[in-house]
Structure formats: C-alpha cells, structure tokens
C-alpha cells in the first residue's frame, strides 16, 4: 500500500524529512489541497495565490522528472485526505509539522481518523523544544534565540530524491488552472516578475545572495542597496529549509553571516510566539491596548485607503506601499516605517495593515506578520513602548533613501535626496503627488496623547 504525502507549507524535494521517510516505505502519492475554509480569516491572500501557482507548478514538473506526479485536491482537507485514503486504500499520512492554528487543528481531526505521522522540517528546532532550566516557554528573543543557538548547528540537510514510486493505481487529480490562481484582467501581478517561485527559484536566490552575506549586517537596513537575500517567500512555502540555508553559511561567524543566522531566528520566534498564543495574530500582546483608542469611522477610513494606495503625502511610506503593491515584497527598514505610521501617524488599529499585508505580500507568514505588526505597534509581548515614534523624515535621512523613493514614486522621480527629504511632513503637492494626510509633530502629539489616555 502507498502513503499519502501531504505538501502544505513545504513545497520542496530537497531536505524534506516526511518525503524521505515516505519514500523509504515504500509507493508515494504527493498531494496538495487548497483549503480556503479551515483558515477562516487568514485564507491565502491575493499575491500569494499568484506564488501558489507557480509553485505547484514547479513542484509537479520535479515530481514527474522523478516518476511521480502531484495530486491536487480542493475544499476542506481533512475531508479530502479522508477520500484519498479511500480511494488510495491506505490511512497512512506523512506530511510537514506546521504551527499556524488551523494546521493545528486539521491535524488533530485527522489524527482520530488516519495513521497522521508528522515530521520537523521547516524550522531548525521545535518551538515547544526551546525552554528555560525550568522547562518554561520563551516570549522574548534574545534569551531564546540564545537558547536556540546551543542546539546549533542543525543536521545536515537531506538530498533530494532521485526517483519517487508511485501507486499502481493515481487517484484523480483537479486542474490547477481551473483554481485561477493567478489574476485577469487586471493583471496586478505583471510586477512580480523578478520572483522564480518554486525550489529551483529559492536556491537561485540563494546562490544570488551569498557573495554579498560579508555586507549584509551594514547594509541591510538601506532599502536601495540589494543586501538582503529575498528569501522570505521561498521560506514561507517551504520551498528551502532553513537548516539548507543554515549550513550554506557554513562556519562563518562574521557580523554579517551571524545577522543573518539570526534573521532566520526571528522568523522562527514568529513561530513560537503564535505556538504559544494562537490568536496573537488577532489580539493585542498587551491587553491595555484593548481599550487604546484607535481612529474609526470615514476619516480613519479615507486615510487607511491611502496608506494602502501609497498617497500618504510621505515619501518614504509611499514608496514603500507602492513597492509592496508592485512587486509583492517590501523591505522590512520600509516595512517598519510603513506600519509605525499606520499606527502611530494615523492610529489605525494594527490589525487592519497586519490584513493589508496579508493579501499583498508574497511572503505574508501568520507567525511574522502578528510579531513584526505587534512588535512596530508596541501592542506586542517583546515590544517596546509605543511611545518611540519613528520619524520618516530621520529614516529617509539615516538610510538614505533617495534614490528608492524616486524608484517607486514617480511623481518624484526628479527631486534630489535633501527635496524628498524635505517633503516628509512639510510638503505640497509636485505633480499629482499629494499633501501630507497630517503634519509629523501633530500626529506625533496626538499619539502620545493617545497613549497617555490609556495610561490614565
Ligand atoms: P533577509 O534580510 O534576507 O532575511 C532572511 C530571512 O530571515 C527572511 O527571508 C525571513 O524569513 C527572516 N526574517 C528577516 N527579518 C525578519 C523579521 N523581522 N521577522 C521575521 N523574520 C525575518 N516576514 C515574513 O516572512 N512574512 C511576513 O508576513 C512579514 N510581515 C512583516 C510585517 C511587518 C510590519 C514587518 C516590520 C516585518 C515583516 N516581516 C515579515 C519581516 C521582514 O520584513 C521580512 O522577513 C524580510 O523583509 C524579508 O526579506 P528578505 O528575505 O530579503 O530578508
């Protein structure tokens, strides 16, 4: 009898533990099954579709080099599995652990009713693995990651298989153009062509982006300077393990190599912190801020929809909502600057630009995105306080960003770095671009003011 392999969130044949062990027993039937439902709220987004295709794509194209082929299935996934074990004749699951709540979820309905064997594989370590002397759970980094770090280096990553036998008998597979993945008219994916999705992509961006490891810690933080490896959506499909890229940095323990190792900790802190608080993607860290008194109605509306257009009247907000909107990626200096001003500049609820980034980033991950958008917020249980207000103006300055501005805002495209510079907060409107939604120190003000009225 064969087993079902069920690709989620590790779309990949190298370094793939339950695809080895699968292929060790014996036939195998790879299988992926878009469930829009089990989610709930947090559905693949938009941009993420478009990844989606193109990665299944490329998985199937490696499968059947091997002798296999990948089975697509659609609707709630306990439920499909249940009928590809009828059709297949065996119970027997194998698939990747994932910790988002709903994956959690599934997997506990599937236990009762199939042979579920669920394998590590996309983090360097279990969240739950990481404890204190007392066996207590972690919620802040740095003594975590510290204690991740003695359990490093990870095993060697495993190599892709050669060959994957299959049943004698292939259950019926959809086909994914009929899943209509990838936008029509209009088309707001033509920007997304840089992207290679799939492993094939993940490992170029790889090899693309080791020479430049030596700079990356002094270079990271400059949204023009191409210093950050473009990985995250490889990570959050699974594409490349984290132990693969682990390893690729070798024993290296420049600041650069020991920046990234510990970038790769973060997003694996994303993931013990909604381990530990499956609703931190929806609930404040901080339960004060259940009373804060966020900006609603058609004011608060009109200025949300123009931090998501990218006509804030902010230059560097801009570019970067409009980098995000074109390209389907942000660079996360922008991203902090973008998300402090939602909240801080506009006192918009986190969670409606931690919804926005979910549909439009390639890479929108549930343990990242909540961290990072509490983090920023100062909702967060590792945050510090909302009171630190970034400033655009001193960002655009300190990392000099001139020149990605003008990349991304058109509008702008002839101003030298001090006019855009300038802009920040004092502008008016050049060719189309607009005023600012609200003056820097007004809105400083009235955040602090904010902030103290939940103090009170
Ligand atoms: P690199 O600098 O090359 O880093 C390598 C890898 O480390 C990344 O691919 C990513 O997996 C991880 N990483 C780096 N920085 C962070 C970080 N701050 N937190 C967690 N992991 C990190 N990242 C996501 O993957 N998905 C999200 O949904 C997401 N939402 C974010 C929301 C906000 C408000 C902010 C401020 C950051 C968010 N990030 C998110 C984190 C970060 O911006 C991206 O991971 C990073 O920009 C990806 O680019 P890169 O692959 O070139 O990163």
Redesign the pocket.
């Known amino acids: 009898r064969p087993s079902i392999l069920w690709f989620r969130q590790d779309l990949r044949l190298t370094d793939h533990p339950a695809l080895t062990a699968a292929i060790a027993e014996g036939a195998v039937v790879p299988v992926y099954i878009l469930d829009d439902q089990a989610p709930g709220d947090w559905s693949i987004g938009g941009a993420q579709r478009w990844w989606l295709h193109h990665s299944l794509t490329a998985l199937d194209g490696s499968l059947r080099k091997r002798g296999s082929r990948l089975v697509l299935r659609r609707g709630p996934a306990a439920a499909e599995l249940e009928k590809i074990m009828i059709e297949t004749g065996t119970r027997h699951v194998l698939a990747t652990r994932c910790y988002e709540p709903w994956w959690k979820r599934i997997d506990a309905a599937l236990s009762a009713r199939a042979d579920l064997v669920l394998h590590d594989g996309n983090y360097l370590a279990p969240p739950s693995a990481i404890t204190n002397m007392s066996g207590e759970r972690y919620r802040v980094f740095t003594p975590w990651y510290r204690r991740l770090l003695e359990r490093m280096p990870p095993a060697l990553p495993l190599p892709a298989p050669d060959r994957i036998a299959g049943p004698e008998q292939w259950p019926a597979s959809e086909r994914l153009a009929t899943w209509r993945l990838t936008p029509t008219g209009p088309d707001w994916a033509s920007g997304f062509g840089a992207w290679l999705p799939g492993e094939k992509g993940a490992f170029r ?1 790889l090899r693309d ?1 080791l020479p430049a490891a030596g700079e ?1 810690k002094t270079d ?1 933080d400059f949204p023009a300077r191409p ?10 499909f699974g594409e490349i393990s ?1 132990r693969t ?1 682990w390893h690729a940095l070798g024993d290296r323990d420049d600041p650069g190599a020991e920046a ?1 190792r510990s ?8 993931l013990n912190l909604v381990d530990q608080m499956p609703d931190y993607g929806e609930r404040n860290g901080r339960a004060p801020f259940d009373r804060f008194p966020w900006r609603t109605g058609a004011a608060a509306d009109r200025d949300f929809r123009a931090w998501c257009r990218g006509r804030t009247g902010y230059p560097v907000v801009d570019a970067g909502m409009r980098e995000l909107w074109s390209t389907g ?4 200096r922008v ?2 600057i ?2 402090s001003f939602l909240v801080k500049h506009l006192l918009i609820d986190w969670r409606r ?2 919804r926005w ?2 549909d439009t ?1 390639l ?7 909540a ?3 509490q ?2 917020a100062g909702t967060g249980v590792d945050a510090p306080v909302f009171s630190r207000i970034m400033s655009p103006l001193l960002q655009c300055e300190k990392f000099a960003m001139g020149d990605y501005v003008r990349a991304f805002v058109p509008e702008l495209s002839r101003l030298g770095d001090s006019e855009i510079a300038a802009m920040h907060g004092g502008g008016t409107g050049i060719g189309g671009y607009p005023a600012p939604l609200v003056g820097h120190q007004e809105a400083r003000s009235r955040a602090l003011a904010a902030w103290e009225s939940l103090r009170a």
Do not use: C, K, Q
Request: glycine fraction near 8%; proline fraction near 4%.
């Open positions: 961006a982006w990356y990271r210093a950050t490896s473009r990985l995250s959506p490889h990570l959050h984290p890229l990234f970038e790769i900790g973060w997003r694996e802190h994303g990626w942000m660079h996360n991203r902090m973008t998300a630009g931690e980034f979910w980033l890479d929108a991950d549930f343990g990242s995105n961290m990072n958008w983090y920023v």
